[in-house]
């Protein structure tokens, strides 16, 4: 009988550890992410989301501290809370990486700076570590969600989720928190 019911859990478990998955899902994001800084990039995009790059940043400098806190803090968990959708989020979350890895070489070419130097400046910053974690938190229990849903195992899967979004949360608004600070603390204008 005992026997019986370890084949029957081990039966519902996702093949791949959890913890692997999670590593997958980060190095895949950040895979995702230098491919998006390695896109062409026409003069009339460049102007564009650079001019609505430097729009943002207005906006937040109009901020006080805690307010662009949680301005940065809401955009990124409603991001990272479309990841947890089944099947969809995976996508999505890569597409967001993509999407980042871009506007980071477009930021970076408005400023004179290497697009390479630019993805290579962002792993000593801890938000963008944060940032990453949570996403790709997200995007793995996206993958088991679906899984727990194809195996009918609503229960386990549901306070798993609710566990991570907290967990993500929680890495987010810190991540925010930091961002904020190093926003403020840096020079306004690197031109």
């Keep these: 009988m005992k026997e019986e019911r370890k084949w029957r859990k081990k039966r519902k478990e996702f093949p791949i550890p959890k913890l692997h998955l999670i590593l997958i899902m980060l190095t895949a994001a950040i895979i995702i992410y230098a491919i998006g800084t390695l896109l062409p990039v026409d003069q009339e995009t460049l102007a564009n989301i650079s001019q609505q790059i430097e729009e943002i940043r ?24 479309v990841m947890f959708i089944p099947l969809f989020g995976v996508g999505f979350g890569m597409y967001v990486m993509l999407s980042t890895g871009y506007a980071t070489e477009i930021d970076a070419l408005a400023h004179q700076i290497p697009p390479s130097v630019a993805f290579i400046s962002y792993f000593i910053l801890p938000h963008f570590w944060a940032e990453l974690i949570s996403y790709a938190l997200a995007m793995s229990q996206s993958i088991l969600i679906t899984w727990g849903l194809y195996k009918k195992d609503f229960s386990r899967t549901l306070t798993e989720t609710l566990k991570t979004i907290g967990i993500t949360a929680a890495l987010l608004f810190a991540a925010a928190l930091i961002e904020t600070a190093l926003f403020f603390a840096l020079p306004q204008n690197p031109q």
């Design 58 to 81: 207005n906006l937040i400098r109009s901020l006080d501290f805690l307010s662009a806190s949680l301005y940065i803090f809401i955009h990124n968990f409603i991001l990272c809370l």
